[in-house]
């Protein structure tokens, strides 16, 4: 099989920690870390959580189908050894977003990326929205 490293990005940052209501840049990148070339790389992100508005997701490049996963067929693309690559999709929290009880403790946004077989799982902490309060005259 084919050596391949992932990476992934959320606004430019390997360690985002997202908030309720903002839009999400995410970029993942996959390098060809063997020694023969990797031809029509077919790469899927899988997204779970309970903060994302599955309605906003967007992929220039990518098919979204149901449940938050997206798929790339980069067909026609070869990369070399040591090339990287990148696909990209922005999606939108939830602005009301709390925990659920069962995630309270450890609340995290999930992204499980496959490229061409090789599985690499992404979490990303997150704060939930901050209530406003409004005094009372």
């Known amino acids: 099989p084919a050596q391949i490293l992932i990476t992934q990005q959320i606004n430019g940052s390997d360690n985002y920690t997202a908030t309720a209501?903002?839009?999400l840049?995410?970029?993942?990148?996959?390098?060809?870390?063997?020694n023969a070339p990797l031809n029509g790389a077919t790469v899927t992100s899988k997204i779970s959580?309970?903060?994302?508005d599955f309605s906003t997701l967007k992929s220039t490049s990518g098919l979204i189908s149901q449940n938050g996963k997206?798929?790339?067929n980069l067909a026609s693309q070869i990369l070399m050894p040591g090339q990287q690559a990148e696909v990209s999709f922005d999606i939108t929290l939830k602005?009301?977003?709390?925990?659920?009880?069962?995630?309270?403790?450890?609340?995290?946004?999930?992204?499980m990326v496959n490229v061409?077989?090789?599985n690499q799982e992404f979490n990303t902490k997150i704060t939930p929205a901050v209530i406003p309060v409004t005094p009372g005259n």
Not at 95 to 111: A, G, R
């Open 70 to 72: 997206i798929t790339w």
């Open 25 to 34: 840049h995410y970029q993942i990148f996959f390098k060809n870390a063997g």
């Open 49 to 52: 959580g309970s903060a994302f």
């Open 116 to 118: 061409s077989g090789t």
């Open 21 to 23: 209501g903002q839009t």
């Open 95 to 111: 602005s009301d977003w709390q925990p659920l009880e069962s995630e309270k403790d450890n609340p995290l946004l999930k992204n």
